[in-house]
T-cell receptor
Framework: DVKVTQSSRYLVKRTGEKVFLECVQDMDHENMFWYRQDPGLGLRLIYFSYDVKMKEKGDIPEGYSVSREKKERFSLILESASTNQTSMYLC?????????FGSGTRLTVV | GQQLNQSPQSMFIQEGEDVSMNCTSSSIFNTWLWYKQDPGEGPVLLIALYKAGELTSNGRLTAQFGITRKDSFLNISASIPSDVGIYFCAGRTSNTGKLIFGQGTTLQVKP
């Protein structure tokens, strides 16, 4: 089975901190994605990547950046964390048939 | 961006009841997927549909790809407490396009 691993289940950060969320997949997938999940809003796409060093903005990229230096790793960066970035962050990787998600990182910015 | 309208937003049912939920779009999709998210976990793929009119089952779950290619339905028969969670539909308009997700249906089952 494809495994998508997110480095932290829970994080608490201070306003203004630079935050790194890490995601690793073990199935050699080219496509990787970062979503944000908030109650009533479903899954909103932040950034995605179709290959190493390639990235494209999703629907809500403001305040975020990403890095894909190796095929298996896709990092989400909050340049200066703000309280409105408190949320559940989900990483996914996948092919045409569908995506496999990690367990999520619940980030709280105080 | 494109949107999927998923309904209902939430359901509170008695154990043993059947459940129906659906997704609609103004765009034509060539793939429909249904995911379930258990509390505190990431979504897990339940069923994938690739052809208009296709009806696919996975245990007590049955999903259909609408004939118009603009909608999909998920039915759960004889619900049990472990069916609790958030169900998401997702669709794709082309083979290389990214998935678009619905807002989710939160299901609660009373024993």
């Amino acid at each position: 089975d494809v495994k998508v691993t997110q480095s932290s289940r829970y994080l608490v950060k201070r306003t203004g901190e630079k935050v790194f969320l890490e995601c690793v997949q073990d199935m050699d997938h080219e496509n990787m994605f970062w979503y944000r999940q908030d109650p009533g809003l479903g899954l909103r796409l932040i950034y995605f990547s179709y290959d190493v060093k390639m990235k494209e903005k999703g629907d809500i990229p403001e305040g975020y950046s990403v890095s894909r230096e190796k095929k298996e790793r896709f990092s989400l960066i909050l340049e200066s964390a703000s309280t409105n970035q408190t949320s559940m962050y989900l990483c996914a990787s996948g092919l045409t048939y569908g995506y496999t998600f990690g367990s999520g990182t619940r980030l709280t910015v105080v | 961006g494109q949107q999927l309208n998923q309904s209902p937003q939430s359901m509170f049912i008695q154990e043993g009841e059947d459940v129906s939920m659906n997704c609609t779009s103004s765009s034509i999709f060539n793939t429909w997927l249904w995911y379930k998210q258990d509390p505190g976990e990431g979504p897990v793929l339940l069923i994938a549909l690739y052809k208009a009119g296709e009806l696919t089952s996975n245990g007590r779950l049955t999903a259909q790809f609408g004939i118009t290619r603009k909608d999909s339905f998920l039915n759960i028969s004889a619900s049990i407490p472990s069916d609790v969670g958030i169900y998401f539909c997702a669709g794709r308009t082309s083979n290389t396009g990214k998935l678009i997700f619905g807002q989710g249906t939160t299901l609660q089952v009373k024993p």
